[in-house]
């Protein structure tokens, strides 16, 4: 996987025939980006990837979740769930590309729907958890949100298991990158490298910097759709 992805690339975690890997490219836009893939390595280079699925969380409800985390919240939810045998999700997102942005981009459906994307973080019956990611056609609801409707055939599906250190590595590493992206930029606001009396001359044009916006989720920026292989 030597292409121009591995730039952004924070972590990557692998199950069978699948992984899920942590991107910065959305941190600008106050997002962290997750990339799903499943692949068949009987197939020929090129041509390995056949599930791929981006996934776009805003960056307050990850650093909540990592709160419950690291404080044992998330592992005791887990373990509830896995005694009682409840199937529902410890936590869903919802994104997703409407009809009219899809045609604005070139790529708009065949049946004229919107692009739904879910994310679902579940306990797992074999592992500790199953972090799944799925995508079809979908519908926007009155509030802008964009709801599936593939029910339970989705057009592409990706189900990593991960233990609990693997999933805590995946979004504790996401969380320390942020977190330095962060960091850098605040410093680019206050240290431009411009010397004191250009600033000052400068004090009522200043340049215009790129700030983090955070934004609802259902907005999510539209994706590449770059292979994976």
């Known amino acids: 996987m030597q292409d121009e992805r591995n730039a952004s690339q924070i972590i990557r975690k692998d199950a069978r025939n699948c992984f899920v890997e942590s991107l910065s490219d959305a941190f600008a836009n106050g997002r962290a980006h997750f990339a799903f ?17 981006h996934i776009y969380i805003s960056v307050p409800e990850l650093l ?3 709160r419950k985390l690291s404080c044992g ?5 887990m373990q509830q769930k896995k ?3 409840d199937p529902k999700p410890i936590q869903e997102w919802l994104g997703g590309t409407s009809a009219e942005k899809l045609r ?5 459906r065949p049946d004229g729907k919107s692009l739904s994307r879910v994310c679902k973080l579940l306990a797992g019956q074999k592992t500790d958890f199953l972090l799944v990611a799925d995508s079809g056609p979908g519908e926007k609801d009155a509030k802008g ?8 055939k989705p057009e592409n599906h990706v189900a990593v298991s991960m233990t609990f250190e693997s999933l ?8 320390t990158h942020y977190e330095s992206w962060l960091t850098a930029w605040y410093l680019s606001q206050t240290h431009s490298g411009q010397p004191q009396n250009q600033k000052t001359a400068n004090a009522s044009n200043p340049p215009k910097q790129a700030a983090p916006t955070f ?7 539209e994706y590449s759709g770059m292979r994976m292989f």
């Open 37 to 53: 893939a499943t692949y068949d390595m009987n197939k020929p280079t090129g041509q390995r990837q056949t599930n791929n699925i």
């Open 64 to 66: 909540e979740l990592c």
């Open 73 to 77: 919240e998330l592992r005791y939810i």
């Open 83 to 85: 005694q009682t045998g």
């Open 104 to 108: 604005q981009y070139g790529k708009a």
């Open 145 to 152: 949100l964009i709801v599936p409707k593939f029910g339970n």
């Open 168 to 175: 805590s590595e995946l979004l504790l590493m996401t969380k």
């Open 215 to 221: 934004q609802p989720n259902q907005g999510t920026p």
